[in-house]
Each structure stands twice: as structure tokens, then as C-alpha cells.
């Protein structure tokens, strides 16, 4: 099946999956099962990948410790945000949701308003990366850190620590080489699919940054109630759109 195809499929089925949760009138717990759908959802299509013969797929490079895409700017959708806030909160993540939320905080308060690029140099890793390079959500972990599978982890770091050399490189190629590119258009078409759902069903197109995002859910226990009512409450966490700091170097 050729990618355009595949892609179009898996956006098909975030839709419609996401769909069925949001009628007649959806309350939060309906919500939270939505974005649970899209995480199992991303979960059978990576394992489904990795298993099957596709070209260079063995060649991915990640591992556990080796985090230099965690200093990116990482985009969420509302529910999405609502749900790693419901994780933290349920005490299933390795890090008390308290100290979860200084650390947002703390780093809010630096990358607030931020674009990619910015994020990208100030080299601050995510405020939910712990010490040992490892994500302190990882179960429940955005979609965009899903799809985020590089063949190259040397250009990975020199990415965050040579941002202008590996900008100048590759400023010509329409997408960066050592990110495959299955695993993170499959990903970003489930949450396209969360995204035209929740669209399709009436409420805001919020397009989020996930620091800022998932403090305000932390800090406001009535966020998701105010967000299905119409509130614009995650307003201060908004992107113009949900990008990768790859996308915007390769549009200069
Ligand atoms: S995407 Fe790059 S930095 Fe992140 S785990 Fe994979 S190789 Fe390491
Ligand atoms: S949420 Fe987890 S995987 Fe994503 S950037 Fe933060 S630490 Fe890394």
C-alpha cells in the first residue's frame, strides 16, 4: 500500500473512532476514552511497523536514555492534554503530579510563546524527561513524540547542540532524512483524525503546546469541563499549528 494510502487509512479510523465517543453530548470520561482509543490505536500500528518488512525500519536508532528529541517543542490536542493530566492525577505516572506541575511550571514560564526553532535553542529538555533520559509519562505519551523515530541518533544531538551546522545541511530537503517516515505520518494523522473529530463535533480547533497545555490542566481542575463547554481555557497554550520544528526549518 503506498504511504498516501496507508496515511488516509489510519486518519479514516482516528476519526471515526474519536467520533463514536462524542455523541450525543460527551462529558469528560468520554474524552479521556477517546484519547485512550487513539494512544491503543498508536500502539498496535507501531507494533504492527516494527514487525513488518519495511525498508530501513530496523535501522531506527532510539533507545531508552538517548533523549534529544525531548527538547522540542511538542504539540497536543486538548483531550490529549486532559489525559496525561488524568494520568498524573490518577498517581500512574513516575512522578507525583505536584512535582509534575512545578516542573511545567518552572519551564512554562521560560518557553511560553516560544515558535519551534526558539524551543529548539534554548536546549531545555521537556519538563517530563527525567534524569536518566526517560519519559516520565511514557505510556500516555502525545502522539508526536510517538512518531518520532530517527535512524540517526548522532544527528539527533547535534540537531539540539549544532542547531545552525544541521540547519544549514539539510535546509534544501523537504523532510529530514533520518526521521522514518511511516511511523510519524502514521502518528500524525491519528491526531489529525482526534483533531477533525472533536472539529466535526462542534469544539474548538485548539491546536496546543504541551507544556503550557498540560499546566493549565494541572492548575485548573474544572479545564475540561470549561473546554467542552466552549471556553477558550487552554488559549494561552495555543500554536498556530501543530508542527514539528523539521517542518518549519524545511518551509525557511
Ligand atoms: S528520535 Fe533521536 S533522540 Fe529521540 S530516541 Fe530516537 S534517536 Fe534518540
Ligand atoms: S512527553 Fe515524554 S517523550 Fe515527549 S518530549 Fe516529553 S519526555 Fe520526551
Not at 490536542?77 to 490518577?90: K, M, N
Request: overall charge negative.
Amino acid at each position: 500500500m503506498a504511504q498516501d494510502q496507508f496515511n488516509q487509512m489510519v486518519f479514516d479510523v482516528a476519526r471515526s473512532q474519536s467520533a463514536a465517543h462524542l455523541t450525543p453530548e460527551p462529558a469528560i470520561p468520554a474524552l479521556l476514552r477517546l484519547v485512550q482509543d487513539a494512544v491503543s490505536l498508536s500502539n498496535d500500528l507501531l507494533a504492527e511497523i516494527a514487525e513488518r518488512d519495511i525498508s530501513d525500519i530496523t535501522e531506527i536508532a532510539c533507545e531508552i536514555g538517548c533523549a534529544w528529541c525531548c527538547y522540542q517543542q511538542v504539540g497536543v490536542t486538548a483531550p490529549q492534554a486532559l489525559h496525561i493530566a488524568d494520568y498524573l492525577q490518577r498517581g500512574d505516572a513516575k512522578i507525583p503530579a505536584d512535582a509534575a506541575l512545578e516542573r511545567l511550571e518552572e519551564l512554562d514560564d521560560i518557553t511560553n510563546g516560544m515558535s519551534n526553532v526558539e524551543r529548539l535553542k534554548i536546549r531545555r529538555p521537556c519538563a517530563l524527561l527525567d534524569e536518566q533520559g526517560a519519559c516520565l509519562i511514557y505510556a500516555v505519551r502525545p502522539l508526536a513524540c510517538r512518531g518520532c523515530n530517527s535512524m540517526d541518533a548522532e544527528i539527533c544531538r547535534r540537531t539540539v547542540e549544532d542547531f545552525e551546522a544541521i540547519t544549514e545541511e539539510w535546509r534544501d530537503r523537504s523532510a529530514p532524512p533520518w526521521i522514518h517516515r511511516l511511523p510519524y505520518e502514521a502518528m500524525a494523522m491519528i491526531q489529525d483524525g482526534v483533531l477533525a473529530a472533536t472539529v466535526d463535533a462542534g469544539f474548538r480547533e485548539d491546536k496546543l503546546e504541551l507544556t503550557a497545555a498540560l499546566r493549565i490542566a494541572l492548575e485548573d481542575p474544572d479545564a475540561g469541563s470549561k473546554w467542552l463547554s466552549g471556553d477558550p481555557v487552554f488559549e494561552t497554550a495555543r500554536l498556530p499549528r501543530l508542527q514539528s520544528v523539521w517542518d518549519d526549518i524545511s518551509e525557511g
